[in-house]
């Protein structure tokens, strides 16, 4: 097991566990492993997830396959442009046999909740999962209510210009740790996925591999690992240079540096790792920070995204020499 600073790991081959659910979340989804082990980190740091892609492509299908891997509560959202807030969050009714108004909670009381085409809901009822992504708790008619431990919120949307979408406003955004797209499939695995559901469907064939209670604690042991305070540093420099970068409008929030800090350790921790090294947070600065950055017009105009900026920024920003002790030798 390797050792560094960070407090030894219980579970001696976490990358073990993450390999398990790999493995079956791609009986569902073929050809699409980088994207499947980054939702997994998703999951291992106990943030939200954004799917957002064309129709068709198998963001519905990964987020269900990912849900049916840990043995915990799931419940779907299909979200339309008449769907309200209470159908969220839950509802307070009256009894008139007790006199007393009763809370039937909503879909969103579960330890994993499927916001499905999320974006075409109305603003209302998105605004309606705020509480509930920051907070993890909801408030109806005055009183609050917590939410399961743990709690995620998987979410799909389709590209804005698309018909019939409402854009997430930034606040919303900000809530999601991670943002990933699928793309289309390459054409031999394309011929694979005809094969695997010509006879039934491949979510039949997804386990659970993890109960909830291991869930919990792959995700605690994944803040245990340690991360160098030059690379704290090298994190708030990329964050920073977002703040001031030319073409961007509105650049990345302290939640974001947290995020990318959590992610370079969920990264590490699937890795068999005790430590992050520099390479931990430049593979996870895309996914983590993209989806936070405003443009400029003129930069959307010229074709410019905001995934580019970040890859210019990682190349532009030093990497510090980060130390661990690793058999005393340096990073």
């Not at 039937?104 to 999320?118: I, K, Q, S, T, W």
């Not at 990329?238 to 370079?264: F, K, V």
């Not at 950055?293 to 074709?303: C, F, I, N, S």
Request: aromatic share 6%; with cysteine.
């Amino acid at each position: 097991m390797p050792q560094g600073h960070g407090v030894p790991l219980p579970f001696d081959r976490p990358q073990q566990f993450v390999e398990r659910i790999v493995h079956h979340v791609e009986k569902a989804i073929v050809g699409k492993r980088e994207s499947i082990e980054t939702a997994v980190i998703a999951f291992l740091c106990g943030g939200h997830l954004l799917l957002e892609d064309v129709p068709g492509v198998g963001k519905t299908m990964l987020v269900r396959a990912l849900a049916k891997t840990v043995g915990a509560s799931f419940k779907r959202i299909q979200c339309t442009p008449d769907l309200l807030p209470s159908d969220v969050t839950g509802v307070s009714i009256y009894n008139q046999k007790t006199g007393l108004f009763e809370f039937r909670p909503g879909p969103v009381m579960a330890n994993v909740l499927l916001a499905d085409e999320m974006n075409r809901a109305s603003p209302k009822t998105q605004s309606a999962l705020l509480e509930a992504m920051e907070e993890r708790q909801v408030t109806v008619d005055g009183e609050t209510y917590r939410l399961p431990e743990p709690f995620m919120l998987l979410a799909t949307q389709n590209p804005v210009e698309h018909e019939g979408t409402f854009p997430l406003p930034e606040a919303q955004l900000d809530r999601f740790l991670l943002k990933i797209r699928l793309g289309y499939p390459e054409e031999k695995h394309e011929v694979e996925m005809l094969g695997r559901m010509q006879e039934h469907s491949p979510l039949d064939d997804v386990k659970t591999v993890l109960l909830r209670e291991e869930w919990a604690r792959l995700q605690l042991e994944a803040r245990l690992i340690h991360m160098d305070d030059t690379l704290k540093q090298y994190i708030v420099r990329l964050t920073s240079a977002t703040r001031a970068h030319p073409d961007i409008a509105l650049g990345a929030s302290p939640r974001a540096s947290l995020a990318l800090m959590r992610t370079a350790q969920a990264k590490a921790f699937c890795s068999g790792r005790t430590y992050v090294v520099p390479d931990d947070i430049k593979s996870m600065a895309v996914p983590t920070m993209a989806h936070r950055l405003v443009l400029q017009p003129e930069a959307r105009y010229t074709g410019k995204s905001a995934e580019t900026i970040v890859k210019q920024l990682l190349t532009a920003i030093p990497v510090p020499a980060a130390q661990a002790a690793v058999g005393g030798s340096l990073l």
